[in-house]
């Protein structure tokens, strides 16, 4: 179970493409700590997320939770915050590696790409506040995850921007592709292309033995190996949100949409409720019949397809198109570094325990 906690609904970036409703809300304590009682009792090791709005606005907050979650039950909790970025202090940094939260920056690029569209209120830029405040991250956190947007008017700097953050320190990588844009064939083109760049990339580094994890490749060649993991996101099952009010929705892109509540803090989940939006959201999807990718796309996530089609039933066109042309791409790279024999995908992707002994090798070198 992965509860993620959205502190407030207030930040201090107003991104261009964000799909989250701001306002003046903010989570209390009280709140946070009752939602955890009720959703993760019973559960074996469960993930605390804490987001918003932007989470380091309540930083005490995030603390105040972790404090009261240890005093309670030293250690069954594993933490993370997903954060913008600008707020990161050094003591910060020193109090997250003292509590084991770990921290994942949205961060879209290069200056150019990032001021694109993750911006303040007034429109200014926000990569001056962001990159030294990534790199610290990076520094304390090696393996911190480096989350990317990428938009059609970005796509054509796309691979450049991963090169960029990969020399910045960043080794996990997480790319997600604004399916709600409007992509025309110019900027489809462009991220074709900035896909093809980014395989070469992938293969020459995986050649020279670097530790470096890119989502976009990595997750559908796992798909490939280990049959059904992109099958279901497990909506309202695996992941709960909580809304600063205490509502429960079934995950963060539904927050805010009332039909879609599962919940109350202090009343519990709806289980009846939970269990209908679980089952709908499985449901076979009609434009995917006959598809040679079931099983393989994500074309069961439920933000994916509320968030474009405002329907758990319906799948993008776009992403449909995306997936036919990147799930082969994914493909032809493993086939060739495991004809290859090249040892670290082999580890990665075929050893379970290859996070654990990488970390373990990092640790002792």
């Known amino acids: 179970?992965?509860?993620?906690?959205?502190?407030?609904?207030?930040?201090?970036?107003?991104?261009?493409?964000?799909?989250?409703?701001?306002?003046?809300?903010?989570?209390?304590?009280a709140t946070a700590l009752a939602a955890i009682d009720e959703c993760t009792r019973g559960e074996e090791n469960p993930g605390i997320i804490f987001f918003g709005g932007e989470p380091l606005l309540r930083e005490d907050l995030v603390f105040d939770v972790i404090d009261e979650c240890e005093r309670r039950a030293p250690h069954r909790f594993h933490y993370k915050v997903t954060t913008n970025g600008t707020l990161v202090t050094d003591a910060f940094l020193a109090r997250?590696?003292?509590?084991?939260?770990?921290?994942?920056?949205?961060?879209?690029?290069?200056?150019?790409?990032?001021?694109?569209?993750?911006?303040?209120a007034s429109g200014e830029g926000s990569s001056a506040a962001l990159l030294p405040r990534l790199k610290a991250v990076l520094a304390a956190q090696p393996?911190?995850?480096?989350?990317?947007?990428?938009?059609?008017?970005?796509?054509?700097?796309?691979?450049?921007?991963?090169?960029?953050?990969?020399?910045?320190?960043?080794?996990?990588?997480?790319?997600?592709?604004?399916?709600?844009?409007?992509?025309?064939?110019?900027?489809?083109?462009?991220?074709?292309?900035?896909y093809k760049e980014l395989a070469a990339w992938y293969l020459d580094a995986y050649?020279?033995?670097?530790?470096?994890?890119?989502?976009?490749f990595d997750k559908r060649i796992a798909t490939r190996i280990w049959p059904g993991r992109g099958a279901?996101?497990?909506?309202?099952r695996r992941q709960i949100s909580v809304a600063p009010d205490g509502t429960y929705y079934p995950c963060v892109q539904f927050v805010g949409h009332p039909e879609y509540a599962i919940g109350r803090v202090g009343e519990g989940l709806d289980e009846a409720r939970r269990g209908c939006v679980?089952?709908?959201?499985?449901?076979?999807?009609?434009?995917?019949?006959?598809?040679?990718?079931?099983?393989?796309?994500?074309?069961?996530?439920?933000?994916l397809n509320?968030?474009?089609?405002?329907?758990?039933?319906?799948?993008?066109?776009f992403f449909c198109e995306h997936e036919r042309f990147l799930i082969p791409l994914a493909d032809s790279l493993a086939?060739?570094?495991?004809?290859?024999?090249?040892?670290?995908?082999?580890?990665?992707?075929?050893?379970?325990?290859?996070?654990?002994?990488?970390?373990?090798?990092?640790?002792?070198?």
């Open 96 to 120: 997250a590696e003292a509590v084991r939260l770990h921290v994942a920056v949205s961060c879209d690029g290069a200056p150019k790409t990032q001021d694109a569209h993750r911006v303040a």
């Open 232 to 236: 279901s996101c497990q909506l309202g």
């Open 1 to 29: 179970m992965h509860l993620t906690l959205h502190l407030t609904d207030r930040c201090n970036l107003a991104c261009r493409y964000c799909y989250a409703q701001h306002g003046t809300s903010d989570m209390a304590l």
């Open 143 to 194: 393996y911190a995850p480096v989350m990317m947007t990428v938009n059609p008017d970005t796509a054509a700097d796309f691979a450049g921007n991963v090169r960029y953050l990969r020399a910045l320190g960043a080794s996990y990588l997480i790319s997600s592709v604004n399916f709600q844009a409007d992509w025309d064939a110019s900027a489809w083109r462009a991220l074709r292309r900035s």
């Open 207 to 216: 050649r020279r033995e670097e530790k470096v994890y890119f989502a976009a």
């Open 306 to 317: 509320f968030s474009t089609t405002g329907s758990l039933d319906e799948v993008p066109p």
């Open 278 to 303: 679980f089952e709908r959201n499985e449901r076979a999807k009609p434009s995917c019949a006959g598809c040679a990718l079931l099983g393989r796309c994500n074309n069961r996530c439920g933000c």
């Open 335 to 365: 086939e060739r570094l495991y004809a290859e024999r090249n040892a670290m995908f082999i580890q990665r992707h075929y050893n379970p325990a290859f996070p654990v002994a990488s970390i373990l090798e990092d640790m002792a070198g």
